[in-house]
């Protein structure tokens, strides 16, 4: 009879060890499971925000739950001057940074999102970042920061939109227009006087004066932004080309991802590239169809002066960006290489 409680009570205790191993595993899983704040430039709401939303829904979805993102739009928590230096830290873990707003911290980003005069053929954007080696460079350019390269996707191009209206490229004169990095330095060329903001204050510095103008990184933004309820006026050519951004992983975070869950990250991030050509093109002609029955209005058809005026304010970026450090000049080869082809 002792033997036989004996027997019980080690049965009873060996039940408990693996009923209390079966539950530290839970726990270890759970804990294992990867949580990041990704970064962006939109606000709730926006055509943009939403496919950063889904793109957060895909990695969860590919990594079987292991990568929980939670998406900070703008203005919540971090400024979109401060994406780099936040994911760089740790702060955050993703980002999807507009690279003017960075370009004392990282001017390769500047030559990456397409210099003024740059191209609006996507299918050439995509063989000089996937064929010709812009993205060898660019995932060693920001590997040096801290940060992990995926895949980029590509946007429509920069126009500027204007309280007043801009008959001539000599009206930019005096202008003050919201225009970072090399777009700025572009429009300094023809007078005006750049002005660094984030998306979110576009709208309340035109209405309020603290600007005249302002580039959007695309027409969506200025639609979005509702930007034509306090500048009506857009001048028909663009400053760049199609535009070329990044999705950024912070390296630490990044290697505490097995292999399977990496591909799962990265496979989200083509998926996320392939759903921002598709609907940017169709918001884009959506969003002037909209502006335009709100009142936005074009400018005449430039002369030839202007457009060899505008030509000439581009011209001498490629080299001045060149010489800003090896990661430039490195991706200025590879466009000088390719812009004849």
Do not use: C
Request: glycine letters at 10%.
């Amino acid at each position: 009879m002792l033997n036989k409680l004996t027997n019980i009570k080690r049965n009873v205790v060996m039940t408990a060890i693996v009923v209390l191993l079966g539950v530290m595993s839970v726990v270890e899983t759970a804990s294992a499971a990867q949580h990041w704040r990704f970064a962006n430039l939109y606000g709730r709401g926006t055509a943009f925000g939403t496919l950063y939303e889904q793109l957060a829904k895909d990695i969860e979805k590919n990594t079987n739950g292991e990568v929980k993102v939670q998406v900070l739009y703008s203005g919540e928590g971090v400024g979109t001057s401060g994406l780099l230096g936040a994911a760089k830290s740790g702060l955050v873990t993703m980002i999807a940074p507009f690279q003017p707003m960075h370009a004392g911290e990282f001017p390769a980003g500047v030559v990456e999102v397409g210099l003024p005069g740059g191209t609006a053929d996507t299918n050439k954007l995509y063989d000089i970042f996937h064929k010709e080696g812009f993205g060898d460079i660019l995932k060693e350019a920001y590997a040096s920061q801290g940060l992990v390269w995926l895949e980029p996707y590509i946007q429509p191009p920069v126009y500027i939109i204007t309280k007043k209206p801009i008959k001539s490229v000599a009206d930019f004169q005096g202008l003050k227009i919201r225009a970072p990095g090399a777009y700025g330095k572009f429009l300094r060329n023809l007078g005006a006087s750049p002005v660094s903001l984030a998306w979110s204050e576009i709208y309340t510095s035109l209405a309020t004066g603290v600007i005249d103008g302002s580039i959007g990184s695309n027409m969506i933004d200025h639609r979005d932004g509702n930007h034509v309820e306090v500048a009506k006026y857009m001048y028909r050519l663009p400053l760049a080309g199609a535009q070329v951004l990044p999705i950024l992983v912070n390296k630490s975070a990044w290697n505490k991802l097995t292999d399977a869950q990496k591909k799962g990250v990265y496979d989200a991030t083509v998926a996320h590239a392939n759903a921002q050509l598709t609907m940017s093109k169709k918001w884009e002609q959506e969003a002037i169809a909209q502006m335009e029955a709100k009142g936005l209005q074009w400018s005449p058809e430039p002369s030839e002066t202007d457009k060899n005026a505008w030509a000439k304010a581009g011209a001498g970026l490629w080299d001045e960006y060149a010489a800003k450090d090896k990661y430039s000049k490195q991706l200025i080869d590879v466009l000088r290489k390719t812009q004849d082809k």
